[in-house]
């Protein structure tokens, strides 16, 4: 009788100890309220939308939404969400990810109206949706490199200076040999190279590996533009867009309705992307190779005792991670129709870091915070398009690196790096 009694007394201590309530979610999805509401109050006009090309509206072709209703259903709907995000925090319940999501596509969808209603222009999806999947080509690829790296252990800051070489090795290759697959080739091999380094003083030398890739970018940036303002200024044909990669059609999903000719009309650099996160995923958490790899990142002195060589599987991977993080530098040259420029990849090194903790180092959840991070970018290319006045340059070149910074102070608490990220392993 006394056990039970002491059991119930402690169920009843435990539940005057309340989690505390967060109010982060609500606050964000406060703000988003009053972005739609400034959108609702300055929208007017018809906002229509196409898909691809422009038709007249009297085909029934286009969509057409009288923009000040729709935006304010719209900013309806995110405060309803908002207020719920208010209920749930009370009850000290979590936050949904569905949510999110709905006041993330409701407010998209109340700027694109605000926009196109106030401008009289056409709204052209496919051309956000493709501009979107360019933007975060690289993105991808880099937050798979950070995915790999962060896995067993090592914090790969070299990202950025990957997807330099990895763009300016490319084109190069591709150029000097007048043959874009062998610049396809390179492009892995240069990110690799890069990787090697890392993986030479972070694990074989215990060095520092924030410091070492903070290192390694400045090393690239420079060695970069130093060859671009001599040798291929001198030899301008080796930094040429004659050798790009074409695009393919994929037989039958090219024909896809709406989006078949955007997903499936690319060059190899995309379909690689899809391969690669298919099986990475697969890999990493259903393969030996996976299993392994968490538990030298989680754990490397426990792996160790079963038989597994902890500084070599860091090195190995490493590299790995590295190449996806050249061959994504590749769709920013050779995959994008480009000619090399100085800091061609301007920061996206670092987006892909935030991209991979978003996704708390699964490479679906990073790829989605990376397709998120694109289509900030492609709202770049996309708001010159439809702006009723003209917009400052640079104040559009901001709204990536804002909306990584806002991703980040809002969701990064919710993500939890491997154990032994950025801690040496030496054998005793």
């Given at each position: ?11 009843e ?9 967060s ?9 988003a309220?009053l972005?739609s509401?400034?959108?609702?109050l ?6 229509e939308?196409?898909?691809?090309q422009?038709r ?11 923009a000040?209703?729709t ?5 309806a ?24 999501l709905?006041?993330l ?11 196109g ?8 999806i ?11 080509q690289p ?12 896995r ?18 490319g ?14 080739l ?7 190279l890069i990787?090697s ?17 903070v290192?390694?970018n ?8 130093f ?10 044909t ?26 499936f009309?690319?060059t ?12 990475l995923?697969?890999?990493l958490?259903r ?5 392994r ?6 754990h490397p ?32 040259t050779?995959?994008?129709n480009?000619?090399f ?45 439809v ?10 070149a ?8 806002l ?10 790096a ?8 030496i054998?005793?």
């Open positions: 009788m006394s056990t039970t009694v002491d059991t119930l007394e402690a169920h201590r435990a539940e005057d100890i309340r989690i505390p309530i109010w982060k979610m609500p606050i964000i999805y406060g703000l309220t972005l509401l400034y959108f609702a300055n929208s007017d006009g018809v906002a939308f196409v898909w691809k422009i007249p509206s009297r085909d029934g072709g286009n969509l057409l939404l009288h000040d209703q935006v304010w259903i719209l900013t709907v995110i405060a309803l969400a908002a207020a719920y995000s208010v209920f749930r925090a009370i009850r000290r319940q979590k936050q949904p990810l569905w949510l999110g709905i006041i596509l409701a407010l998209v969808l109340a700027f694109l109206t605000f926009q209603g106030g401008s009289g222009r056409y709204i052209t496919a051309f956000l949706f493709a501009a979107t999947i360019t933007a975060a993105l991808i690829f880099g937050a798979m490199a950070g995915v790999v790296c962060e067993v252990g090592v914090v790969n800051i070299a990202i950025e200076g990957q997807l330099l070489v990895g763009a300016f090795t084109v190069v290759v591709a150029s000097a040999t007048a043959n874009p697959w062998l610049g396809l390179a492009a892995p091999l240069a990110g690799a990787g380094l890392l993986a030479f003083f972070s694990v074989k030398y215990a060095v520092d590996q924030i410091i070492v890739g290192v390694l400045v090393l690239c940036l420079g060695l970069t533009s060859l671009l303002g001599t040798i291929i200024r001198d030899t301008p080796w930094n040429s867009i004659q050798y790009s990669l074409p695009q393919w059609e994929v037989p039958g999903l090219s024909k896809i309705p709406f989006i078949g000719p955007v997903f009309n690319q190899i650099i995309t379909y690689i992307l899809y391969v690669a996160l298919i099986v995923t697969i890999m958490f393969s030996r190779w996976g299993l790899m968490r538990a030298v990142g989680e002195k426990a792996a160790d005792t079963v038989g597994i060589n902890v500084n070599r599987t860091r090195v190995l991977n490493t590299i790995l991670g590295s190449a996806f993080a050249g061959l994504g530098g590749a769709s920013f050779i995959g994008a480009a000619v420029t100085e800091n061609i990849s301007a920061g996206n090194g670092y987006i892909a870091l935030a991209a991979m903790i978003l996704g708390k180092w699964h490479p679906i959840g990073a790829m989605g915070a990376a397709l998120m991070f694109g289509f900030a970018s492609a709202i770049v290319d996309f708001l010159p398009l702006a009723t006045t003209p917009i400052d340059p640079n104040l559009l901001m709204i990536p690196y804002v909306v990584t910074i991703a980040v102070a809002g969701f990064v608490g919710k993500s939890r491997p154990a032994a990220e950025n801690v040496p392993y054998k005793s």
